[in-house]
């Protein structure tokens, strides 16, 4: 025994607001047919975008998703496939965003004036040279088979000369 409905009572179930079919067709989201596809020059974006501050913050910015994000990033599309104009665009841009950043980095540096910093404590000082580190740590493009360089800067501790106890010794000098 089956169950048998009308055209009208079909139709009627259909455009339901509840009817799951009914959501997927008339909810706007998701791409509909004939609808384009995202262009060169916005992959580009997206993909220098998320390799500078990363995918999940680009996704956001460009509502797409992460993945996409990440793909583009890359040089590779949705399916994961190499794409080698997608991959240059996304270097040059990346090197643009880079070649700025320094710039900015350079500039703010030379607004520093050495005397504030002198007054600062050594933690502080400390805490200057590790931002200015990162900066320049985050903007320097990655090249491949490039060797790691690693550079500490520590800061000595610094005391001043009342808190030692010094004494005064006279007498001739002995050359």
Do not use: C, W
């Not at 998701?30 to 993909?47: H, Q, W, Y």
């Not at 390799?51 to 040089?75: D, R």
């Not at 004036?113 to 040279?129: H, L, P, T, W, Y």
């Amino acid at each position: 025994m089956g169950i048998f409905v009308s055209s009208e009572e079909m139709e009627s179930r259909l455009e339901h607001p509840n009817n799951v079919v009914h959501h997927i067709m008339h909810d706007g989201k998701g791409r509909t047919k004939g609808a384009s596809n995202i262009e060169p020059e916005s992959r580009v974006a997206i993909g220098s975008v998320a390799k500078s501050i990363g995918p999940t913050a680009a996704a956001e910015m460009f509502n797409v998703s992460i993945s996409q994000a990440s793909n583009y990033s890359k040089g590779k599309t949705i399916h994961g496939s190499g794409n080698p104009e997608l991959k240059e665009g996304v270097e040059r841009k990346t090197d643009d965003i880079h070649t700025k950043a320094r710039d900015l980095v350079l500039d703010t540096l030379g607004l520093i004036d050495v005397g504030e910093i002198a007054g600062e404590s050594v933690r502080s000082k400390v805490s200057i040279a590790k931002d200015l580190a990162g900066v320049i740590e985050k903007t320097t493009p990655k090249t491949e088979g490039s060797g790691n360089v690693q550079i500490n800067i520590y800061a000595p501790k610094q005391d001043s000369l009342d808190k030692y106890e010094t004494k005064v010794i006279e007498g001739e000098v002995i050359k």
